[in-house]
């Protein structure tokens, strides 16, 4: 079995969020099973490992954390189109993944580099159970005043489920000590998917943490899918004019600096997310 193994959001290996990849994970060697994608994903440790087989108008495409199978991943998306684009060259692509179809669009930016542009499911946003707010809060260690009003706390919907929380100031963001089992429980029980932990900088620009206990891990360092939430939950409740794009920084505060640029249209079609995507050694 042929792991391939990318970063994402990054055009610099040691940057950005690792993801694996298997191409043709119908044919190498033989049709991967649940449990043997499972336990190739705990092998391969990184917060996802993406498994695509051949479909007729594009890719069938599972995803799965070293603890579980998630409906959709951003970052691991980005690395399984550029690494498609790698062996067939740039173009449209369709993905059908367990939370719908997403086409993705890979090119060569201005330097040469590849990068993917994938287009979120319709997002939805939905309120945040008052009991809910006050257990994640205090698993993560975090009081009301650490919140930013401005950013009230909402679920975020784009392919998966997010907890979306604003911080009031950067201190606060970078501060990410959290009871992981209490946090992972709530989130098992909610269905969340990332507690998404954000910071606006700018109208446009934000720095965020993606706390990833239900995958394994203590935190996402690029996550795609979130950024597409984020997207569509600021659309929603009017905190930015769209068309509008996003500059999000992730992975800072973990020294896996990446860059995921969100495009907002106006209405309420997918989200698009774009990064570069390269290959680790």
């Given at each position: 079995m042929t792991v391939l193994r990318y970063a994402a959001f990054t055009r610099d290996p040691a940057a950005g969020n690792p993801a694996g990849v298997v191409l043709d994970a119908d044919t190498e060697p033989g049709a991967l099973t649940d449990a043997q994608m499972l336990a190739i994903a705990a092998e391969v440790g990184y917060s996802e490992t993406a498994f695509l087989t051949r479909?007729?108008?594009?890719?069938?495409?599972?995803?799965?954390?070293?603890?579980?199978?998630?409906?959709f991943c951003g970052h691991a998306t980005i690395a399984s189109a550029v690494a498609v684009a790698e062996r067939t060259g740039p173009g449209p692509l369709?993905?059908?993944?367990?939370?719908?179809?997403?086409?993705v669009v890979t090119s060569r930016d201005a330097d040469g580099q590849l990068t993917a542009t994938l287009t979120s499911v319709p997002p939805?946003?939905?309120e945040v159970p008052a009991p809910d707010l006050a257990e994640a809060l205090a698993a993560l260690g975090w009081s009301p005043d650490d919140l930013d009003p401005a950013l009230p706390p909402r679920i975020g919907f784009a392919g998966a489920r997010h907890l979306i929380l604003a911080a009031a100031t950067r201190d606060r963001l970078a501060d990410l000590d959290y009871d992981f089992d209490r946090l992972r429980n709530l989130?098992?029980?909610?269905?969340w998917t990332t507690v998404k932990l954000v910071w606006r900088e700018s109208e446009t620009g934000f720095h965020v943490r993606d706390a990833f206990p239900v995958g394994?891990?203590?935190e996402d360092p690029a996550t795609g899918a979130s950024a597409a939430a984020l997207g569509g939950y600021l659309r929603e409740l009017g905190l930015v004019r769209p068309p509008v794009r996003l500059s999000v920084l992730q992975g800072e505060d973990l020294g896996r600096p990446g860059h995921l640029t969100v495009d907002i249209p106006e209405g309420t079609g997918g989200i698009q997310v774009t990064g570069n995507a390269i290959r680790m050694t």
């Open positions: 479909a007729t108008d594009g890719y069938t495409v599972r995803y799965f954390s070293p603890k579980a199978e998630v409906p369709l993905f059908h993944t367990l939370a719908g179809e997403i086409p939805t946003v939905a989130m098992l029980w909610r269905d394994g891990v203590v």
